[in-house]
């Protein structure tokens, strides 16, 4: 039979990794308590969560929604979950390896929007900024299109009137 300490955690694990679309697997070993205290509070700044847990755990909690990431699974791990804005959470990640010598933590494996990422794609995604900046220059693109679009109608406008007169 099962410990029942870990049976809670699987439980928990799971609560915590149902349905959620947006994930990152990473290598926190090396880390301090305060560096480890603190990539925490930056992570939860972003809308995310860090869960340690035993490797066998997390295991079983991500096959129980059909994700397999046991090769990603060794040594010590954490899943980093990212409710709100991945790019967001994966630049906290990000942001505390470039703040340290040792480049902890390290990303093993992500699950972004639902689909199994490498490396390489959470990186870029760290590189993009937070999600609340993109939409702002989105906004601010659209706006300066249609704020010429305006204008070259009110051009166009004058124009016939000017011919209709």
Same mark, same amino acid.
């Given at each position: 039979?099962?410990?029942?300490?870990?049976?809670?955690?699987?439980?928990?694990?799971?609560?915590?990794?149902?349905?959620?679309?947006?994930?990152?697997? &990473?290598?926190?070993?090396?880390?301090?308590? +305060?560096?480890?205290?603190?990539?925490?509070?930056?992570?939860?700044?972003?809308?995310g969560q860090l869960i340690v847990?035993?490797?066998?755990?997390?295991?079983?909690?991500?096959?129980?929604?059909?994700?397999?990431?046991?090769?990603?699974?060794?040594?010590?791990?954490?899943?980093?979950?990212?409710?709100?804005?991945?790019?967001?959470?994966?630049?906290?990640?990000?942001?505390?390896?470039?703040?340290?010598?040792?480049?902890?933590?390290? &990303?093993?494996?992500?699950?972004?929007?639902?689909?199994?990422?490498?490396?390489?794609?959470?990186?870029?995604?760290?590189?993009?900024?937070?999600?609340?900046?993109?939409?702002?220059?989105?906004?601010?693109?659209?706006?300066?299109?249609?704020?010429?679009?305006? +204008?070259?109608?009110?051009?166009?406008?004058?124009?016939?009137e000017g011919q209709g007169a």
């Amino acid at each position: 039979m099962a410990n029942e300490k870990n049976q809670q955690t699987l439980s928990s694990l799971k609560g915590s990794l149902s349905g959620v679309e947006t994930f990152y697997v &990473v290598d926190y070993q090396g880390l301090t308590a +305060g560096q480890l205290s603190k990539l925490r509070q930056d992570i939860r700044e972003k809308g995310g969560q860090l869960i340690v847990a035993k490797n066998t755990l997390i295991n079983l909690a991500l096959q129980d929604g059909g994700r397999d990431f046991a090769d990603a699974l060794k040594g010590p791990s954490a899943v980093v979950v990212a409710q709100e804005d991945p790019a967001g959470v994966a630049k906290a990640l990000s942001d505390a390896a470039k703040g340290n010598d040792k480049g902890i933590p390290t &990303v093993k494996a992500g699950f972004v929007e639902g689909n199994r990422v490498d490396v390489k794609v959470v990186e870029r995604l760290a590189s993009l900024g937070s999600k609340q900046s993109l939409q702002g220059e989105l906004v601010g693109v659209l706006s300066a299109h249609l704020s010429s679009f305006v +204008g070259i109608l009110e051009a166009y406008k004058d124009k016939l009137e000017g011919q209709g007169a």
